[in-house]
């Protein structure tokens, strides 16, 4: 009897393929008419696909920290619209607000300016407008951003057409992160009628021409919108796992409508009231220094630790409530064992007790750091 390999009777196709970013090829697999991506690199810019066996969850967990091959990605969660141009709205809205919090991350020479007294107004527009002559960033948009967000932000204006927010904001948001491109994430609700399902595919097709954002969507499928190709994206090793062994189950969501992302290495979260609050604390003790935000774990880089001094071995989470995820838990879990296997001692919070009890939360861990200096300097 003649023994097939299944291997050899599944043969991929190996091809360059076009990724919708014009300044480069990347490699995808094809098997019949479906494509896998072999890494973030190949998920394609200025182009909307579906992402397959990609729940939302699991892809969270791959883009924190966000890969070194990866655009800057966030996540949209929309809500229904009755025309393109209210969701198109909606998501620049969203989009323009996220700007104005990771400011000055975009913008790093605006850093030293502590708010808008004096001449910093005056000063930040001509940062920014200095950043556009070099970047290709529109500098009229840019200078009206950067003092929107010097001043604590507010909505946007209207004098600049959608084109025109859309490319701006999309390199605004790679800027942030310092990587080449932007993309959006899409949950795709499962109650949408015909007529809001058609509505969200054309947002997202304009948002990928206008803005050359990379739209992956997740979620339910958009049956009335127009046929968009589905590319399948090998989960890295760690998240498959924890999508193996854990069930599938509903877990907190962002409000609809919302834009979320993550932080920027070695800041605070500015998406999170509770690590904005806490770093302002400590930012004015002098116990605290050598504290690094949102940096990833040395020995294993594929995890990123909120809080950490790494010469006190001191991790520090702060939990808000898409911890309670099965798998955001069970991810948290297992870093937590490695983190501890490494010498770190692990201090978890909930965002209500920073907000609500900060003082405890402050003693608790400039106890825990002196007690650690202390027993180093008696070695």
Known sequence: ??????????????RLRATGNTSRLACVVAYGSQLMAQSWADLPLGRVIRLRDAALDAVELS??????????????????????????????????????????AWLPAAEPLDGPAGAALAAVR?????????????????????ERALRGGGPGTTRFAPEVRAAELAKVLAASYGRGGAAIVVEVPADLDQPAQRVLGAACEWLAAHGGFGVWLTGAPLPAAERIETVRFPLPEHVAEVVAQTPAAPAPVAPA??????????????????????????????????????????????????????????????????HRGPRKFENDRRRDVLLQLDGFAVLRFTNN???????????????????????????
């Open 353 to 379: 007790q920073v907000l609500t009890e900060l003082d405890q939360v402050l003693s608790q861990l400039e106890r825990y750091i002196r007690n650690k200096r202390n027993d180093a300097h008696k070695e």
């Open 63 to 104: 883009l924190r920290p966000l890969p070194a091959a990866a655009p800057a990605v966030v996540v949209y969660h929309p809500r229904p619209a009755r025309t393109t141009a209210e969701q198109v709205g909606a998501v620049l809205a969203e989009l323009d607000r996220v700007a104005v919090q990771l400011f000055p």
């Open 126 to 146: 001509a940062l920014a407008v200095e950043l556009a002559a070099t970047t290709g960033h529109f500098g009229p948009f840019l200078a009206e951003l950067a």
């Open 257 to 322: 409508g919302a834009v979320t992302y993550p932080p920027v290495e070695g800041r605070p979260d500015p998406n999170s009231t509770a690590e904005k609050a806490l770093e302002a604390a400590l930012a004015k003790a002098a116990w605290a220094v050598g504290r690094i935000w949102n940096r990833r774990f040395e020995a294993y880089p594929h995890y990123i630790i909120d809080l950490q001094w790494r010469a006190e071995r001191c991790a520090v989470e702060i939990d808000g409530p898409e």
């Open 1 to 14: 009897m003649k023994f097939t390999s299944p291997w050899r009777a599944k043969r991929p196709n190996i």
